[in-house]
């Protein structure tokens, strides 16, 4: 594994790894132990420049390359994740925190995003579309739009960078990947050497590894990327919209979320008490589709608060390491303050924690808080780790308001007796996405997966990857004369 964090702690552009040439460094930290794992000096403006400029010089003829041919590419990377698995579970438990489970999760979801990456590049099709002008044919053509920036998160780094790098390669773009600075191997260079292993030609995928105190929005505001993919917090993706905006970028965002999985009167309570704390606690919370609240008819609260807080309660917490661990470390210490505060303030302001994790160093237990005041802005916003909010409500009506009452719209999900009713409740919801009978965090290669409200614009996934990561162009030919009026 410790070849990683010394191979691949450099910049990859235009097909060569190399120091950057920044006046500083990004200390890659293991956040269980803090140990230090790589050092990089990051990239600075120029060679943000530079890895644009190798991007749209090599572009041009991977899109000209047949699509056939560009699939083998991606076939390859495949079989290199599949056979380097166990060293690419070992990395992202070392640098992220994440537990082994964890770590079968994003590469299981990893892997499929692959497989439909290897269909994509043979998806674009052209169209004749009628003309009600005599001897006129339309031709629209599906083309690429040529250099994709792709800024990844720190949460889920090797699926959310290839979500959007794979597809957008796969279909005849260039891509400059700027992975979070926190992850900068899992989410940046580890995909560069599967890519460029794979035979990948030089130039089409570069990677920076760098922050915005160093470049400012140089990322965004360069002339070359026509779209850019950004997943992470709705109040960064707010500033790469406006910035975007005035350079006539298009934008794929992929935001945060506020998601509730709600507890009807008639549900399996066992089951939803299953669903509920995987949709919590899955990765220490740190997943924007997370149920940050979990909504519970009246009538059997009793019953699921007490099979919930004995359920999270038997949830062991430590070394990521351990196959036993399913609670690991946030990502840094500035989330482990936050959250400790956040629970802080909400039992300060007479929320009852049925369940008060304590936090060492960056290990923050699980808490299960109920009794929290309805104004409280808590119930509103984001929060990224292992802190549950018990509500009880009466009846359908209440649910509906509670759920929607809140800026987001990602993720949700309903737990019923009855699938129609469940339908029917989903269909209320302010949401992107919604599921019966099951837990709020799911992704899948066909699916089209974003948000509502602040928890995103566009989205990807099958068909809509298609649309994100192409552009139409319409050519016209007029068989035989046309006629002018002058």
């Not at 082994?100 to 674009?124: D, N, Q, T, V, Y």
């Amino acid at each position: 594994m410790s070849s990683y964090f010394t191979d691949l702690a450099q910049q990859y552009i235009d097909g060569e790894w190399r120091p950057g040439t920044g006046s500083w460094d990004i200390i890659d930290l293991n956040p269980y132990d803090g140990e230090k794992l790589a050092s990089i000096t990051i990239a600075t403006v120029d060679e943000v420049d530079q890895a644009y400029r190798a991007a749209a010089r090599a572009q041009k003829a991977w899109a000209a390359t047949n699509a056939y041919a560009r699939r083998a590419v991606f076939e390859k990377v495949l079989r290199l994740v599949e056979e380097r698995e166990r060293e690419i579970t070992e990395v992202i438990i070392a640098e992220l925190g994440g537990t082994g489970l964890k770590a079968a999760f994003e590469l299981h979801l990893a892997k499929e995003f692959l497989r439909e990456s290897i269909h994509l590049a043979l998806r674009p099709e052209g169209r004749i579309i009628p003309s009600p002008v005599d001897g006129k044919e339309n031709r629209l053509y599906r083309l690429p739009v040529g250099v994709v920036g792709v800024i990844s998160p720190f949460n889920f780094p090797f699926l959310l960078s290839l979500k959007s790098v794979a597809p957008a390669l796969a279909l005849g773009n260039a891509v400059v990947l700027k992975p979070h600075q926190d992850t900068p191997i899992v989410g940046g260079t580890l995909v560069a050497k599967l890519f460029e292993d794979a035979g990948l030609p030089a130039g089409l995928l570069n990677v920076v590894l760098t922050d915005v105190a160093e470049i400012g929005d140089a990322f965004l505001e360069h002339p070359v990327p026509r779209v850019i993919s950004f997943t992470g917090s709705d109040k960064v993706g707010r500033h790469v919209a406006t910035v975007c905006a005035a350079h006539f970028k298009r934008t794929v965002l992929e935001l945060g979320g506020n998601s509730a999985l709600v507890v009807l009167d008639d549900a399996d309570v066992d089951y939803a008490v299953d669903a509920a704390v995987f949709s919590r606690y899955v990765h220490q919370g740190q997943v924007c589709m997370a149920a940050n609240r979990v909504l519970v008819d009246r009538s059997i609260a009793d019953e699921f608060t007490e099979k919930f807080v004995a359920k999270v309660k038997s949830l062991k917490a430590g070394d990521p390491s351990d196959p036993q661990t399913v609670i690991g470390p946030v990502i840094n210490s500035s989330q482990a303050e936050s959250l400790t505060a956040a629970v802080e303030q909400a039992v300060a302001g007479g929320a009852t924690a049925l369940v008060h994790g304590a936090t060492t160093d960056n290990l923050v237990e699980p808490s299960v808080l109920t009794d929290v005041p309805a104004d409280s802005p808590l119930l509103r916003q984001e929060l990224f780790g292992p802190v549950a909010f018990l509500i009880p409500f009466d009846g359908e009506e209440e649910a509906v308001r509670l759920v929607n009452d809140t800026p987001y719209g990602l993720s949700g999900a309903v737990h019923t007796g009855d699938v129609e009713r469940g339908v029917r409740f989903a269909q209320r919801i302010d949401t992107g996405m919604f599921h019966v009978n099951d837990g709020t965090v799911h992704d899948e290669p066909l699916v089209p997966f974003g948000g509502e409200k602040n928890s995103g614009v566009g989205r990807l996934n099958g068909e809509t990857t298609l649309e994100a990561f192409t552009t139409t162009k319409w050519i016209s030919v007029q068989h035989g004369r046309s006629g002018f009026p002058f």
